[in-house]
């Protein structure tokens, strides 16, 4: 059966802003902001001022959003979208591609997305529009891009992390009003972390690394970040993800035998050296040729936490450091 929007457009009277909005996914205001800032708007008015959107109206700004999901800047995006001769000769064709993202070095934009990038790169612009238009096609497509053009690591640092303290300040200035996007963004990153990691590397006592949550910690999205960049490597990883439980990390350390043990703590609530010390001390092996775990407290809950013989690296590129000689053995 075909959706009522489409046999709407199909019509002579063609869709309110208001439908056009629910098909975009923004809201009503944002469509008459594009019409009045970058025209983009209808060219078809009934009864007065009203306003109604034909399928090639709609089909510009479609592609409009879909260049803006790019990092270009709306203005742009808006000139291009109406200069484009294909829309309404053939608007059932496949979407034009979209510019290739910026690699290293590219230039950087300072057009206006609501939210506080600075002087981010186009990607963080890209992430941060598809995010807040819940497009899950657009922002898997540009996470997986990003990492493949920057790798891990500086993904993670340019391009990535940016972003989501861009969406968490967005996000508590706004009366929790954005949480929603905070939550589909997160989604997103760890499936595009899990979607760029090899298959899993067997574990080989003295030479894995264990890496968990501590009891009551559910933000692992650093941690997971960790892992994919050491199972990119080569190095078997084991994962045991948010809020392990303390007795089940026992069991975990004593089942894999690992050379080193992250416990990442986001809060300072979460943290807790007696159980870092804890782990420090637990002992496998063989009697005779016993080996205790590195431990290394990870995330900014460990602030004021450390204590002799927990590693405490400060980000990822040390953490990494620190964790290779062990995994390599």
């Not at 989604?187 to 690394?209: D, E, K, M, V």
């Not at 933000?219 to 089940?248: I, S, Y």
Request: proline share 8%; hydrophobic share 40%; net charge positive.
């Amino acid at each position: 059966m075909t959706p009522p929007d489409e046999r709407r457009l199909g019509q002579l009277g063609g869709l309110t802003t208001g439908e056009v909005a629910r098909r975009l996914g923004v809201a009503p205001t944002t469509v008459r902001s594009w019409d009045r800032r970058y025209g983009v708007g209808p060219d078809l008015h009934t009864g007065g001022k009203h306003r109604r959107w034909t399928a090639a109206d709609v089909a510009r700004l479609e592609r409009m959003c879909a260049l803006t999901t790019t990092g270009m800047p709306p203005a742009e995006a808006a000139r291009l979208a109406r200069e484009d001769p294909h829309l309404e000769a053939d608007l059932a064709a496949p979407e034009p591609a979209a510019p290739p993202l910026p690699r290293r070095g590219g230039t950087r934009s300072r057009a206006s997305t609501g939210l506080q990038l600075g002087d981010a790169r186009q990607e963080c612009k890209g992430l941060a529009r598809a995010a807040l238009r819940l497009d899950a096609i657009a922002l898997d497509e540009l996470l997986d891009a990003v990492i493949a053009d920057y790798g891990l690591v500086a993904a993670w640092h340019e391009v990535i992390m940016p972003t989501l303290q861009a969406v968490g300040r967005k996000w508590e200035s706004s009366g929790e009003k954005y949480v929603e996007v905070e939550h589909f963004l997160s989604w997103h990153i760890s499936g595009a972390l899990r979607r760029s990691a090899p298959p899993a590397t067997a574990a080989r006592p003295g030479r894995t690394t264990l890496l968990a949550c501590v009891p009551g910690e559910n933000h692992t999205l650093p941690l997971e970040v960790l892992a994919a960049v050491l199972a990119a490597r080569g190095l078997p990883v084991r994962m045991f993800g948010a809020a392990l439980p303390v007795e089940a990390l026992v069991e975990a350390i004593r089942r894999t035998g690992p050379a080193a043990v992250g416990l990442w703590a986001q809060s300072r609530t979460t943290a807790s050296r007696p159980l870092a010390q804890h782990v420090a001390a637990m002992e496998w092996g063989v009697r005779g040729a016993r080996r205790r775990p590195v431990v290394l407290t990870l995330g900014p809950g460990w602030t004021g936490h450390s204590a002799p013989g927990l590693l405490r690296p400060t980000g990822l590129a040390e953490a990494l450091t620190a964790l290779e000689p062990y995994a390599n053995g």
